[in-house]
């Protein structure tokens, strides 16, 4: 039977019950005061739903123009003005949405626990066509004109048509026994679908048959137990020109050549999460929370900042030529890529608890709805001068940089 699991940081080196004592010891380590280059003041706040819901999942917000498109795992999906946070529509689905959103063409795109891929209107919200690929998404859906490409956890890839939601071709990557729950977000390149998946590969597809055009291996399974050869693909596939960067859970990062599929350079590491490209370097969040810089070319470390170790620390993205991370307490982390100095923070703060009456009564309890959960998971979204974040419990913040 094969299993999926969500391995947390504090958990997944722990092989003897000596190996356990020594990381339950180590813990997160507590934030150290910083000095402030960069300021990030909040805009507006909002809460949508029950947040990520209990399943783990990482409902990625969505900006089109001037909007940002939002979900929860309870089913709802909002459109709100990104200058202030104004309700423009809110339509509620009877499902427990999984992956969210992808905004194209007019269309969004999320899907369901139950394998439901759902076309909505960004116009009004309502649905359009819905697919059920008969497997829960946990990655959020890739568009390029007509072709919709996402991963299930049962390690398949699937095409659909954007039009309708009629499947075009699936690829099989022959899921290992165990796995981290979670899927890389595949992504279109000249012709071909790029995947990483839990088997520790990287494959090119042709876009019109499917077919494999090219594989790499990023980690060998290796050790005697099932968690000591995990070497899942789950983050983020970056394409710098005709180069691939990618990294696994106790693999590589590594460079492939996209003109024939071979490898350029590896260098042995371990991520949670995909790597970012600056400055000539190759910026990645190791599973123990290291930031790293590792120079492009000669796969050199430039820098490590280590004084986030062990925070649950989300993908980072660029914003305002900094790294940006969010951590388990709900920090935000603004990092210089320069020599990794943190030289920014900011943290937020959970929203009122909302009570309603309830029993014969009338008596007021918190809303059961309500997750307390203040931590990040789900990738910072930045554009322009705005920095999206939203919190394992569903509260979103705009914050933009203060000039």
Not at 109 to 120: C, K, S
Request: aromatic residues 6%.
């Amino acid at each position: 039977m094969r299993l999926l699991v969500v391995l947390l940081l504090a958990s997944l080196a722990a092989c003897s019950s000596s190996d356990k004592k020594e990381q339950k010891d180590v813990g997160p380590k507590s934030l150290q005061g910083i000095d402030v280059e960069i300021d990030l003041s909040q805009q507006w706040r909002h809460q949508v739903g029950n947040g990520m819901g209990k399943a783990y999942a990482r409902l990625q917000p969505a900006i089109e123009g001037d909007t940002i498109y939002v979900a929860s795992a309870n089913g709802l999906v909002e459109a709100l003005s990104l200058e202030d946070g104004d309700v423009q529509w809110s339509q509620k689905f009877d499902a427990e949405i999984t992956a969210a959103i992808t905004v194209a063409g007019g269309k969004g795109y999320l899907a369901t626990a139950n394998g439901e891929v759902i076309a909505i209107s960004i116009a009004d919200g309502k649905e359009i066509w819905r697919k059920n690929i008969k497997s829960e998404v946990l990655s959020v859906p890739v568009v390029e004109g007509n072709n919709i490409a996402l991963q299930t956890v049962d390690g398949k890839l699937h095409l659909l048509d954007a039009q309708d939601g009629k499947s075009r071709w699936s690829y099989d990557s022959n899921l290992p026994n165990l796995s981290l729950r979670g899927t890389s977000q595949p992504i279109f390149h000249g012709g071909t679908v790029i995947a990483g998946f839990a088997s520790g590969k990287v494959v090119g597809l042709n876009t019109e048959s499917g077919m494999v055009l090219w594989q790499e291996r990023i980690g060998i399974p290796a050790g005697r137990s099932e968690l000591e050869r995990l070497v899942d693909v789950d983050g983020r596939l970056l394409v710098k020109d005709d180069t691939l960067f990618v990294a696994g859970y106790q693999g590589h990062v590594m460079a492939i050549d996209l003109r024939n599929g071979k490898a350029m350079w590896k260098r042995e590491a371990s991520s949670y999460h995909g790597p970012l490209n600056g400055l000539g370097n190759i910026y990645l969040v190791s599973a123990d929370d290291h930031i790293l810089a590792i120079d492009d070319q000669s796969t050199n470390e430039v820098w490590s900042q280590v004084d986030l170790e062990a925070r649950q620390l989300s993908e980072p993205v660029l914003f305002a030529n900094h790294i940006a991370v969010t951590d388990f307490e709900g920090y935000i982390h603004l990092i210089k890529q320069l020599d990794g100095t943190i030289v920014g923070r900011d943290q937020l703060v959970r929203p009122p608890v909302p009570w309603v009456r309830t029993g014969s009564y009338g008596i007021k309890h918190p809303s059961r709805q309500f997750d307390y959960d203040d931590g990040i998971r789900t990738r910072l979204l930045a554009q322009d001068d705005y920095l999206v974040a939203i919190s394992n419990s569903g509260y979103l913040s705009v914050f933009k940089l203060d000039k």
